[in-house]
């Protein structure tokens, strides 16, 4: 019988497989930051164990850091502390590491595809559940949490047991003006925030296809808001022209060798999936949430929706819930809400292609009075390469601050947060209550939509500008 | 980590879907390099509202979570697990699971109880009936007692049992293949890349 393109990468990573147990998967690449790993590496160290291969894991700085003043040591004692902690455990252990102010920090996420270390076919795994983001390349990309990380660490492999598996096919073309952000949030909102649970997603279809690398990546970031811990694609010519020359990708006759196998690297026509859900594209529009999860989702074009309208429920209560904690009222149309802040950046959209979409809209033009706008690149090469292009000069021309690389406001673990009851339009993943700051309200958005939001102060799409 | 046979305790119902792990322990308790204390940020944001559940009397020393569906969906942080340990929790019963904080619980003893959503609504009816009501978890016959008689056997794979009765630590068992891994180190295609 056919297989999957997961299947195919899982079966040639299990190192040993019996009856009863789980496999053991061997880890092709080790991505780590400094939250999830100080207590994985002091198990190493309490059991006289090592890494492995340190020469298959690599180490950055992002959660923590701060994105103004980033010579200067961190402000914030216990983020220093944890900062510093990484870079001792790297040092005992032989780690690579990306510190703060180094020419390829960022976030875990956007460095891996960056450097070439992320390519197809591979197991990825990181103590963070977007590590789901490397799927776009056709690798099995999955996060962990810190007892798997030691596990790493001490094996190189993973306890694991084969993921049932998910087809998302997205027909036709995506209406102009509708970006991969829309198409995400939108197949979260149809299938649910558990809808992918115990999955791996393969997104497939002509709509997925004509995608970016930077626009797989954002659709396979939110898989695990979808409930998925991995979402794939399976690798094309996009894929082999966006890795083609970077640093740690495969040149002359290895490049050719590492193609032909990935363009084995496809799911079997007769291969079949343990659910499958079919989109079609082009009756898709803008996307936004309005609750504190990321399937309450609804079209830009629509109104805050009534609880009573939810059959459900489980559903009704978390629908009247979102709406208290947000400060929003049913039917509300969703173009009428003001915004206090605009966050572009995060491991989902803080990539050099969402700045360049972000600067095609505001250029010439002003963020509104009274919003603040925040543009964090995701990567210092990001930073370096959108400054070349003068990007940095049309946010600033716009009044938008310019930022350092890391995570910031896409989880508030550094000075980059919202007042309670302030609200944003974010590009980043998720708007759980209090997310980017206690009390503070989220509205996921594209880009695009985030940088007319910015000029208006409510949220807008690029077309109502 | 820490064993789990049986466990008899109070419970505490949690009416609330999608109790994502950013709920469970906020990003600024994450920034601790250690694993201990977790406790205290467990629901912080939710704790400080007076009628939260937990806040209430009578669940004061409950150990046993009965939660809404979708429970520790989201960020991956271990932490949720500890916090909830630390906090007194030996279980969480739900509807579904987010896939990584499920996962992160079985290695750390803290057992995932999965019960249909209709079953873990009358449990919770049950509860706030009466509060003072003991459980009984069995793991070996996996069945969830309540005082009166009531039985609800739950699911879960005879080797994540048999991990969590033993109490096994998973490196420990992976490394008895180091051989096999080592043998499979020999074959990967030597075009994959390093970091170093
Ligand atoms: S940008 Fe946000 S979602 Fe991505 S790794 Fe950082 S904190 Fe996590």
Redesign the pocket.
Known sequence: MGRTLADKVYDAHVVRSAEGEPDVLYIDLHLI?EVTSPQAFDGLRMADRTVRRPDLTIATE??NVPTTDILAPIADPVSRTQVETLRKNCAEFGVRLHPMGDAGQG???VIGPQLGLTQPGMTVVCG???TS?HGAFGALAFGIGTSEVEHVLATQTLSQRRPKMMAVTVDGELPYGVTAKDLILAIITKIGTGGGQGHVIEYRGEAIRSLSMEGRMTVC?MSIEAGARAGMIAPDETTFAYLEGRPHAPSGADWEAAKEYWRSLRTDDDATFDKEVVIDASELTPFVTWGTNPGQGAPLSASVPDPASFEDPTRRAAAERALEYMGLTAGTSLRDVAVDTVFV????N?RIEDLRAVAEVIKGRKVADGVRMLVVP?SMKVKAQAEEEGLNEVFKAAGAEWREA???M??G?NPDQLKPGERSAST???NFEGRQGKGGRTHLVSPAVAAATAVTGRLSAPADL | MEAFTTHTGRAVPLRRSNVDTDQIIP?VWLKQVSRTGFEKGLFAAWREDPGFVLNQPEYQGASILVAGPDFGTG?SREHAVWALQQYGFRAVVSARFGDIFRNNATKMGLLPIELPEDAVERLQDKIEANPAKEFTIDLERRELRCDEGGVQTFEIDDYTRWRLLEGLDDIGLTLRHADAITAFEQNRESWLPVTA
Do not use: F, P
């Open positions: 930051h992002d959660h976030i875990v996420h963070d559940s977007h983001t970031n950046g995060s491991c989902t803080g995701g890391g995570c910031s896409c989880l673990m980043s993943n998720r | 990003a960020s």
